[in-house]
C-alpha cells in the first residue's frame, strides 16, 4: 500500500498541519517507507494471535477514585492562565467559535 | 401516515457519580468557579498522562451487570480525533472496537390501558469515555470563553440498537434506562444539569423495504424534548419524501422555542476521528472476581423487584412499575408495609402514590425528604385496616403527621381522640336518637324517597363527630327504618 500526494495532504488538513507542495512529497515518501516496513511485518503469520492494542502485555492500574486537585480559590488555576493568551473572568478566551 | 414505518435508535451520555473525573485527580462537582476544577490533565499541559478511576469502571461493570450484558474482560481506549476549543488534547478518550459493555437488553412498557404493551430494546454497546469542556459564547467581546471545570467528567455511552418504531418507544426507553442508572446508583440523573443527555437517530422507510437514511438529534437534555423533536423530524423526513425529495446524512440540533429540527452546518469530513489506540493507556483488564464482587453488591434490580410485589404483595402489574419507578419509592413502600403488615400492602400502595405523592408534589418535595416517614405511615395504614379509623379520619391523621402533631398515627388519635366507633352499642344509641329528632326525614323515606336517608346517615356522622364507622351506620339505619 502506498499514498497519494492528495491522501497525504488531507491527512495534513485534518490534522491542522501546514504543508507545502515539497513538504507533503518528502512526507508522502517518508510515509510509504513507514508503510513498507508495515508490509514486510504482515508476510508474519499471526494466525490464532489475539491482536494487541499496546505493546506492553499487562493490564492498565487503576486509581481510587478521590479528589486530588483542589483549587477552591483559584490559585492554581491562576498559575496555569499565566501563560495563556488572554483570559477574562476564569475563563479561557478563544477567537469565537460558533456551529 | 400509516404506510411510513419510523425507526429510532437512541445514544444516551450518562455522566457517572464518582467524586472525581476519569483520567484525573480533579472534582467532578457541578457549579465551581470556572476552571477551578481543571486540573493539569484536564488542561492537556505538556508531560501529564491520563489514569483511569477505577469507580468509572466499576460503574460501567453496575450497569453491564444490570443489563444483562457482557462485560468485557479486555477493552481498550481509543482516541478519537477532533479539534474544538472546549478539547484542548485535540482528542478525546473513548473506546471504539472493544467497548467495556457489550449487548444487553432493557425492558420498556409503553402506552396506557388497553393499548399497553411491554418490550425489549437491545443495547448495541456502552464504552467509557471523557467528557469535553463547555463554551461560552456570550459577552466576550465577541470571543468565545472555555471552561474546563466539565473536561474529563466520565462518561458512559450506552447504544441501542434501531429498535424502536415510535417517540412513545424512545421515551420509554429514556425513562427506563434513566430510572435504572439512578436505581443502580451509577448517576444522578439530574437532566438540568446535563447528568444525562440523548442524542436520536430517525429514519423513516416503507415496510419491506431496507431502513433509511438517519439524521442525528443531537443532545436532547429532557423526555418532552425528546419526544417533541422526534415527532418533528418524522413528519419533516416523511414530508420531503412525499415531495419526491431525499434525506441526507446529517446531524441536527432541536430548538425547543420552535419546537423545529435544524441542520448543523458542518464539514463533509467533520466526522473523519481517525480513532486508534490510545498509547497512554494499557488495555482495561476487568477480572471474573471483580465482576462476581459487583454483582453480589447490586440491588435488586427494578424488574425483579416489580414481579415480587406482584407475587408476595398482590399488587396490580400497574402499582408495581409506579412503585418501582425509582429505588427511594419502592423502599418507602416497602418501609411502610413491613410496619402496616401485608394486608396493609394494597392500601400502602395507593397511600404512596396517592396521597403523598400528591402532597410531596405540592410542596416540591422528594420522597426521602417525607415530613411523614415509612414507618408513620405504615402506623397509620394499620389503623385503617384494622378499622380503628375511617379513610375520612385517617386523612386527618395524615396532615397531623406531616404537621408534626405527634410522633406516630396512635398518639394522634389518642391525643385528638378521633378512634372509630365501632361499638354496635354505641352507634344504636346514636341512631336512636337521630331517628328520633328527625321524624320529617322518617317520613319521607318512607314515602320512597332514597336522597332522605342520606340525610340521615349524614346526622348520625355528625352526632358521632365523623368518628362512627360508616358502614355500621348505614346497616343499623337500615334495619331501624325497615323495622
Known sequence: ?99 | MNQWEVVIGLETHVQLATASKIFSGASTAFGAAPNTQASPVDLALPGVLPVLNKGAVECAIRFGLAVDAQVAGKSVFARKNYFYPDLPKGYQISQFELPVVQGGHVAIAVGQGDKAYEKRVQLTRAHLEEDAGKSLHEDFHGKTGIDLNRAGTPLLEIVTEPDMRSSDEAVAYARALHALVRWIGICDGNMQEGSFRCDANVSVHRPGTPFGTRREIKNLNSFRFLKEAIEYEIRWQIETLEEGGTIQQATVLFDPATGETRSMRTKEDAHDYRYFPDPDLLPLVISPEWIARTKAALPELPEARKQRFIADYGLSAYDATTLTAALETAAYFEAAVAVAGKPGAKPCANWVMVDLAARLNKEGLEITQSPVTAAQLGGLVARITDNTLSNAIAKKVFEALWAGEGSSADEIIEKQGLKQITDTGAIEKLVDEVLAANAANVAEFKAGKEKAFNALVGQVMKAAKGKANPQQVNELLRQKLAG
Request: proline letters at 5%.
Open chain 1, 1 to 99: 500500500m502506498s499514498l497519494t500526494l492528495p491522501e497525504v495532504q488531507r491527512i495534513a488538513y485534518l490534522a491542522r498541519i501546514e504543508v507545502s507542495e515539497a513538504e507533503a512529497e518528502t512526507s508522502r515518501q517518508h510515509l510509504n517507507g513507514i508503510f513498507s516496513l508495515i508490509e514486510a511485518m504482515q508476510a508474519a503469520d499471526t494466525q490464532g494471535v489475539e491482536p494487541m492494542a499496546h505493546a506492553q502485555d499487562v493490564g492498565q492500574r487503576l486509581r481510587e477514585d478521590r479528589v486530588s486537585h483542589l483549587d477552591p480559590d483559584g490559585v492554581q488555576r491562576a498559575r496555569f492562565q499565566a501563560i495563556a493568551p488572554e483570559t477574562e473572568a476564569g475563563l479561557y478566551l478563544v477567537p469565537k467559535v460558533i456551529e
